[in-house]
């Protein structure tokens, strides 16, 4: 069964205190791992695809990667703003095309 | 802002009653789908169409029910509301049906079931 768990539940750093936020994904095919911020009350905005082990994507203090099993989302720096919770979400061979998403990780940057 | 537009923002409603919430996709894009997302929950599927049809479904209830018009964009139609009903409803849109693509999500609609 495809499965996607994300550690920890929740992080709390301070401003410029870098951290690594982890996707553990079980699936059979993968077609792509995709990462989400989603602010409170808020819909999930795209952050990243990663489509295959060794890749890596950057995007301002934000960077991405992928091995055969897991993702991180590496957090360089952070600021107040960059609070928010983050989504990883995969999609395989078998799952007719729908993502399976994790439960998120809340992140708190203080200033 | 992504392109994909939801109305209306916010919903407040009796138990047993109806409400419809609309989705219109980013332009150019054929596949919608449909979240809930209750509180402190994580995102759940609903269904998704594509270009019209019904495309796959998920943990969608029989008192919820959604198409996809000529134009594009997509109604959920939401009945017999229960107090459990009471969540954030997201619509996202992808070009297609390609496993690779990425969805983009709207602004969701907070439904309050009363």
């Known amino acids: 069964e495809d499965q996607v768990t994300q550690s920890p539940e929740a992080l709390r750093l301070q401003e410029g205190e870098s951290s690594s936020l982890n996707c553990s994904y079980t699936?059979?095919?993968?077609?792509?791992l995709f990462w989400y911020r989603q602010d409170p009350g808020k819909g999930p905005e795209f952050l990243f695809t990663l489509y295959s082990a060794g890749e890596e994507k950057e995007k301002e203090r934000l960077k991405a990667t992928l091995t055969k099993k897991e993702s991180f989302l590496h957090i360089t720096a952070p600021k107040p703003e960059d609070s928010a919770t983050y989504l990883c979400a995969v999609r395989g061979e078998d799952s007719n095309y729908q993502l399976i998403w994790g439960a998120g990780t809340k992140l708190i940057i203080k200033p | 802002d992504s392109g994909v537009t939801q109305t209306p923002k916010h919903l407040i409603t009796a138990t047993g009653q109806r409400v419809t919430l609309r989705c219109s996709p980013r332009?150019?894009?054929?596949?919608v789908y449909w979240y809930q997302q209750s509180l402190d929950q994580g995102l759940q599927f609903l269904i998704q169409?594509?270009?019209?049809?019904?495309?796959a479904k998920g943990n969608i209830l029989e008192r919820f029910s959604a198409q996809q018009f000529p134009d594009l964009h997509s109604e959920l139609n939401l009945s017999s509301l229960e107090l459990g009903d009471s969540a954030l409803y997201f619509c996202?849109?992808?070009?297609?049906?390609?496993?690779?693509?990425?969805?983009?999500f709207g602004p969701g609609t907070r439904l309050l079931v009363l």
């Open positions: 699936v059979s095919g993968l077609r792509g």
């Open positions: 332009s150019g894009d054929l596949s």
């Open positions: 996202a849109s992808s070009v297609g049906v390609v496993a690779q693509e990425t969805q983009y």
């Open positions: 169409y594509y270009n019209g049809e019904e495309r």
